[in-house]
C-alpha cells in the first residue's frame, strides 16, 4: 500500500490586473496512507500551545478539520503511488510547487492515516484590504494544514504503539521458535542434511541481501525533496518582504520558523520511516527463515516419529525375538533331553542286541542238543540191531576173505598188465614229444611283425626279379613267408651278417612242395594312405589290405612312383636292380621298380623312364592326359606281375585310373600266362569314369574297334569315346561299391551317371560293402599326431587338443564351451560347397567356430575359397586351409565338437566314421554312405544304440541349418547327454574287420568257382 502525504503552499503574484482571480489549494485524496506496524517513530516536539492558539486568533477564518473519515477502500488499490500535484500558472508565472514528503510503499499495516481533502478558498484581492484577507486566508489555510500534521502524527504515533506491541510478540514468539529451532539444530548437527539445509540459508541469504542493495540504489535514485523546500522557502521570504508589512513580519517569521520545524520533523519521519522499513525486511527475513525453519521443524517431527514408529516396532521384534529365545532355550533343553533319551534307548537297544545275540547262541545250542538227543535215541534204537547184524557180518567176512584171496591173484595178474602198458605209453609220449618239436619248428611265428615278412617277401621277388633264383624257388619261399615259416625266419636271422650268395644258398636249402591255404591278393591303385593320399581311396587300400593280412592272405600293393609321395613313411625303400619293359604308343618304355613296406604292407612302386615324365609332375591327379598317364602304369603293373612269375588269386583294381587293368588283363596277359588269379574292381566314385575317345585306348595296347562296342567299353552316352569305368564292370568277376545304399544309388538314371543300364545288368556280381577305417591310424589313444591322448572312458585329452588347435590356428580361447565345428573335405560339387560356405557364416551366427581343410582341383571354386580364407584371415572364430595336412588333419578330427559333410551324394565317406572315433559327432545329409552310417538322435524309428548323429535330406541351406541348430541346441543345453552320444560314438566299431570278411567270402567264392570251372575242364 502506498500513498504520498502532499503540502501544498500557495504563492501568489498582486497583480492589480486580474481583480476577480481565483486561487485553489488542492490535496492530496481523501483517502488514508497506511504504514507498518513495526515502524519506529519519533516523538514529535511540537509548538507551544501558546503559538498555536496566536495563530487560530489572527486567522480570519478557520477552516474545518474535525472529524475521523475512513479511507476510501476502493480507491485505495489506484493511490499505491501518488504524484505531485500541480497548481494553476498565474499570469504565465509559475507560483510554487513543492511536496513536503514522499513514503514509500510498504506491507502489514495495523493503523490507517487519513490526510483529508481540504476545500479550496476563493479569496478576492482589492488593494491592501485585499492583502490583507489574502494573508489571513493564506493563514488559516495553514493552520488547517498544521493541525491535519499534528493528527497525521498521532496517527503515525498509535501506529508505532502497535508496532512495537506487534514487534514484542513476534520477538517472544521468535524466542519461542530460536528455542525449538535450537533444539532442531541440535537433532541436525547429527545428520549429513545439516550441511545441505545451511548451504541452501546461504544461498537464500546472498539472495536477500542482493535485493536490499536494489532496494538501497532505488531510494538513493530518487533524490532529497530538502532542495525543492529550500527553493519554496526564499520564495516565500521575498513574497513576504516585498508584500507585507513589517507589522506582520514577527507572525509570519514565527509561522515561517514553525514551517522549518515541521520540515525538520518531516525529514526525520522519512529518516525513521526509512529505519522501520530496513526493520521490517529484517522481520521479514526473520518471519520467512522461522516459517522455513517450522517446515523442517515439520519434517523433523515427522522423521520423528518414523523413528519413533520402528522403535517401537524394533521393541516389538525385540520382545518376540526374546520370546523365540526363550522357545530355543526350550528347544535346546528338549533336544538335550531327546538326546539323552537316544542314548539311553542307544545303550538299551546295544543291551538288547547283545541279549538277542545271546539267545540265538543259546537257540542254536539248544538245536545242537536236541539234534544230539535225537541221534542217542537213534544209536540206542540201533544198537540192539547192530548185534544181530554183528553176527551176519563174521559170516560174511568169512566169505569175503576167501573171495579177497581169489581177488589178490586176479590184481597181481593186472599189475603186470599196467606195467606193460606203462612202458609202451612212454615210448608213445616220446614220439609225440618228438613231433611236436617238429611241428613248433614247421608252424607260424607270431612274434614278428608284418614289416619283417613284407620285407623278406620284397626280397625274395628281387632274387627273382634279378633272375637269381627261379621262378618255382621264389614262389615256394613265398609260400614259407606266406606262412610265417619258423625256418625261413631262422634261416634269415642266421644270414644277415652273411654275403647275398650265401644267404640265397641258404634260402634254397628250405624249398619244399608246402602249400598254402591263404588268398594271394594284389591291389593296383592310384592311392595309398599314407603315402600317397588324396581322398577315401588311399585309406581303403590301406585298411582293407592290412585287415586281410591280419586274416593271413598275402596282400602285395602296386603303385605309380609319385615324387609328390610321402617319402617319410615308406620303411626299407630301395630299387631293384631290375628293369620291366612295358608297351605304350607303339614303342617298349623301361620302368624301374622300387620296393618299401607302408603300416606293414609290401608295396612295389613302378617308376617310368618315359619322357612324358608321367608321375613326376608335382600332383597326383588333374593333368589334361591323365587318361594316358594311369592307362600306362595299369600295363606296367601287370607286366611286371608277369615278369615276376606271381600268381595271384584275385587281382584287385581301384576306380577308373586302374580300371585298365580287367580289360588289359582279359585280353592280353591271360594269353601270355598271367591266368591265375580272379579280377575284384571296386568302384569308389561312379562320377568319375575316365572317359575318352576310343583311339585313346591304342595308345596301351589294346583294340577300339574291338572294345568300342555297347557290350564292351563303349560309352552309353557318347559312342565314339570309351568308358574305362564300364570296361572294369564288365570285364571283372566281382565289381564292388563302398555301401549298401550307394549300391541302390547307381542302379537309378540320376545317380548312375549314365552307367545304370550296365550295373542292372550286371547286378548278380555288383554289391555294395561299406567301407571301415585303419583303427590303428586313427586311434586318439596311441595317435602320435596329437598333443593329448584320450579315449572314451577319458574325455578330458579331447578338450586339451581342442585348445591346442586354437592356439596352433591363432583363434579365440576365451570360451572354452564354444563349440568348434570341423570340415575336411576335397573342395568339389559333390561335397556340397554350397553348404559347406553357409556353414561358415551359419556356425558364426550361432556362436560356435569353424575350420576347413581341403582344396580344390577345380579353379573358380578353389579362388572361391581363397578370398573366403583372406575374409576370415584375422578373424578370431574361423579359420580356413586350402590344402591336404595329414598331421593337421588329425588335430582337427580330435579337436573337433562337431563335423558336417553336407554332401551331395557320398559313396560311402570315412570322414564321419573317423570324426566318431575321435567323438567329433557328425552332421550328415542321408545320402549313400552316409545314410548307412550316421543315424539321426531325434529319429524315434531308430533304436537308441544305433542313433550317433544328425542328418538332414534336402541338399539346402534349410535343412542343413535345421541340422545344425538342432546340434548346437543339445551342445549347449544338455552337456550331459553330449557327452553321453560321443562316448557311444567312440565306441562303434568302424574297423575293417567286418567289411574285410565280406571281400574274403566274395574273394574265396570267385577263386572257388574259377577251380571248379578248371578241375571240370
Not at 508 to 530: D, N, Y
Not at 560 to 582: F, G
Not at 940 to 955: E, K, M, S
Amino acid at each position: 500500500m502506498a500513498s504520498k502525504l502532499t503540502t501544498c503552499f500557495v504563492c501568489w503574484n498582486l497583480n492589480q490586473s486580474h481583480p476577480n482571480t481565483v486561487v485553489r489549494f488542492p490535496s492530496s485524496s481523501s483517502h488514508g496512507l497506511l504504514l507498518p506496524a513495526s515502524c519506529k517513530m519519533r516523538q514529535r516536539s511540537l509548538s507551544s500551545q501558546h503559538k498555536k492558539q496566536h495563530i487560530k486568533k489572527a486567522s480570519h477564518e478557520q477552516p474545518s478539520t474535525d472529524g475521523d473519515p475512513q479511507p476510501d477502500q476502493d480507491r485505495d488499490s489506484e493511490h499505491r503511488e501518488a504524484s505531485l500535484d500541480s497548481l494553476p500558472i498565474v499570469n504565465n508565472e509559475i507560483l510554487s510547487s513543492t511536496d513536503t514528503g514522499n513514503i514509500d510503499s510498504v506491507e502489514q499495516l495495523d493503523s490507517p492515516i487519513l490526510i483529508p481533502e481540504t476545500t479550496p478558498s476563493a479569496v478576492n484581492i482589492n488593494g491592501a484590504e485585499q492583502a490583507e484577507q489574502l494573508s489571513g486566508g493564506q493563514l488559516v489555510d495553514m493552520l488547517g494544514m498544521i493541525q491535519n500534521t499534528e493528527k497525521n502524527i498521532l496517527l503515525l504515533n498509535q501506529a508505532r504503539i502497535h508496532a512495537l506491541q506487534d514487534l514484542e510478540k513476534i520477538l517472544a514468539e521468535k524466542e519461542a521458535l530460536q528455542g525449538e529451532i535450537n533444539v532442531l539444530e541440535t537433532r541436525l548437527a547429527e545428520t549429513d542434511a545439516r550441511i545441505e539445509v545451511a548451504t541452501q540459508e546461504k544461498i537464500h541469504v546472498k539472495r536477500l541481501e542482493e535485493q536490499l542493495e536494489k532496494l538501497r540504489s532505488e531510494l538513493a535514485q530518487r533524490g532529497n525533496p530538502e532542495g525543492g523546500d529550500t527553493e519554496l522557502h526564499a520564495h516565500l521570504k521575498r513574497f513576504l518582504n516585498d508584500e507585507y508589512p513589517p507589522s506582520h513580519n514577527e507572525s509570519i517569521h514565527s509561522l515561517t520558523v514553525e514551517l522549518n520545524s515541521l520540515r525538520e520533523e518531516n525529514a526525520s519521519l522519512k529518516s525513521a520511516i526509512e529505519s522501520f522499513k530496513a526493520q521490517l525486511n529484517d522481520v521479514n527475513n526473520t518471519s520467512e527463515r522461522v516459517v522455513v525453519l517450522e517446515k523442517e521443524r515439520s519434517s523433523l517431527e515427522s522423521a520423528l516419529k518414523d523413528l519413533e514408529s520402528k522403535l517401537l516396532e524394533s521393541q516389538e521384534d525385540f520382545s518376540e525375538l526374546s520370546t523365540l529365545r526363550v522357545e530355543c532355550k526350550d528347544l535346546r533343553e528338549k533336544v538335550e533331553d531327546l538326546q539323552v533319551m537316544l542314548d539311553n534307548a542307544t545303550k538299551q537297544a546295544n543291551q538288547d542286541i547283545t541279549v538277542l545275540q545271546q539267545n540265538q547262541d543259546l537257540r542254536r545250542k539248544l538245536e545242537k542238543l536236541e539234534a544230539s538227543l535225537e541221534e542217542a535215541n537213534n544209536y540206542k534204537l540201533s544198537s540192539d540191531k547192530l548185534q544181530k547184524y554183528n553176527e551176519e557180518m563174521q559170516q560174511k567176512i568169512k566169505s569175503l576173505e576167501e573171495r579177497l584171496q581169489k581177488s589178490d591173484e586176479e590184481i597181481n595178474s593186472y599189475v603186470q598188465k599196467y606195467q606193460d602198458s606203462e612202458k609202451e605209453f612212454q615210448v608213445t609220449l616220446s614220439d609225440l614229444r618228438e613231433e611236436t618239436k617238429k611241428r613248433a619248428l614247421d608252424g607260424p611265428v607270431e612274434d614278428m611283425p608284418w614289416e619283417f615278412w613284407s620285407r623278406l617277401l620284397l626280397m625274395i621277388d628281387g632274387w627273382s626279379l634279378e633272375k637269381k633264383i627261379s621262378v618255382d624257388d621264389a614262389n615256394l619261399l613265398r609260400e614259407k613267408v606266406w606262412k610265417r615259416d619258423r625256418r625261413i625266419r631262422d634261416t634269415y636271422m642266421a644270414c644277415k651278417e652273411q654275403s647275398e650268395n650265401e644267404a640265397i644258398s641258404a634260402f634254397l636249402k628250405l624249398t619244399s612242395s608246402a602249400t598254402s591255404q591263404g588268398l594271394r591278393v594284389i591291389h593296383i591303385a592310384a592311392e595309398m594312405a599314407p603315402v600317397a593320399k588324396v581322398g577315401g581311396l588311399g585309406d581303403v587300400v590301406c585298411g582293407l589290405g592290412k585287415a586281410l593280412q591280419r586274416k593271413g592272405h598275402l596282400v602285395e600293393i602296386i603303385l605309380p612312383k609319385y615324387d609328390c609321395m610321402h617319402y617319410d613313411r615308406i620303411c626299407d625303400l630301395r630299387a631293384l636292380d631290375v628293369v620291366i619293359e612295358s608297351y605304350f604308343d607303339g614303342q617298349l618304355f623301361k620302368n624301374k621298380i622300387w620296393v618299401g613296406t607302408v603300416e606293414g604292407l609290401p608295396v612295389y612302386f613302378i617308376e617310368p623312364h618315359h619322357p612324358h615324365k608321367l608321375f613326376w609332375r608335382g600332383t597326383y591327379y588333374g593333368e589334361h592326359d591323365d587318361f594316358k598317364r594311369f592307362s600306362y602304369f595299369s600295363r606296367a603293373a601287370l607286366e611286371f606281375l608277369l615278369r615276376a612269375g606271381k600268381k595271384p588269386d584275385i587281382i584287385h583294381c581301384h576306380d577308373w585310373q586302374t580300371a585298365f587293368v580287367a580289360p588289359l588283363y582279359w585280353e592280353m596277359y591271360v594269353p601270355k600266362g598271367l591266368d591265375s588269379a580272379r579280377m575284384c574292381f571296386t568302384c569308389h566314385n561312379f562320377q568319375y569314369q575316365g572317359i575318352a575317345a576310343a583311339s585313346e585306348l591304342e595308345s596301351c595296347g589294346l583294340r577300339a574297334h574291338q572294345l568300342n562296342r555297347p557290350d564292351r567299353m563303349q560309352d552309353n552316352s557318347e559312342h565314339d569315346k570309351v568308358n574305362a569305368v564300364k570296361g572294369a564292370v564288365v570285364f571283372s568277376n566281382i565289381v564292388t561299391t563302398v555301401s549298401p545304399t550307394y549300391a541302390q544309388e547307381v542302379r537309378t538314371a540320376e545317380g548312375g551317371h549314365g552307367l545304370h543300364s550296365t550295373l542292372s545288368s550286371h547286378s548278380k556280381k555288383f554289391i555294395g560293402i561299406l567301407n571301415g577305417i585303419d583303427t590303428d591310424a586313427w586311434d586318439p589313444a596311441t595317435d602320435p599326431c596329437l598333443e593329448v591322448h584320450y579315449n572314451a572312458n577319458d574325455l578330458q585329452g579331447k578338450a586339451e587338443n581342442k585348445a591346442a588347435l586354437r592356439r596352433k590356428l591363432g583363434l579365440s580361447s576365451t570360451d572354452h564351451r564354444r563349440p568348434l565345428v570341423g570340415c575336411i573335405t576335397r573342395l568339389v560339387p559333390q561335397k556340397g560347397v554350397h553348404l559347406i560356405r553357409h556353414a561358415i557364416y551359419r556356425t558364426l551366427g550361432l556362436g560356435g567356430q569353424f575350420v576347413l581343410l581341403g582344396e580344390s582341383p577345380v579353379h573358380h571354386i578353389q579362388k572361391e575359397f581363397e578370398g573366403i580364407a583372406e575374409n576370415f584371415q584375422n578373424h578370431d572364430q574361423v579359420r580356413l586351409i586350402l590344402k591336404y595336412d595329414e598331421s593337421l588333419a588329425h588335430a582337427i578330427y580330435a579337436a573337433s565338437d562337431m563335423f558336417i559333410i553336407p554332401s551331395i551324394f557320398e559313396p560311402c565317406g570315412l570322414t564321419q566314421m573317423i570324426s566318431m572315433r575321435y567323438g567329433a559327432i557328425p552332421i550328415v545329409r542321408k545320402t549313400g554312405g552316409l545314410n548307412d552310417s550316421v543315424f539321426d538322435v531325434d529319429d524315434d524309428t531308430i533304436p537308441p544304440r544305433f542313433q550317433n548323429g544328425f542328418t538332414f535330406l534336402d541338399a539346402n541351406e534349410q535343412g542343413f541349418s535345421g541340422a545344425l541348430e538342432r546340434a548346437f541346441n543339445l551342445y549347449m543345453n544338455n552337456p550331459e547327454r553330449w557327452k553321453q552320444l560321443v562316448q557311444k560314438d567312440m565306441n562303434i566299431d568302424f574297423s575293417w574287420d567286418s567289411s574285410a570278411a565280406q571281400y574274403e567270402q566274395l574273394y574265396s567264392s570267385a577263386v572257388a568257382r574259377a577251380r571248379a570251372r578248371n578241375t571240370l575242364n
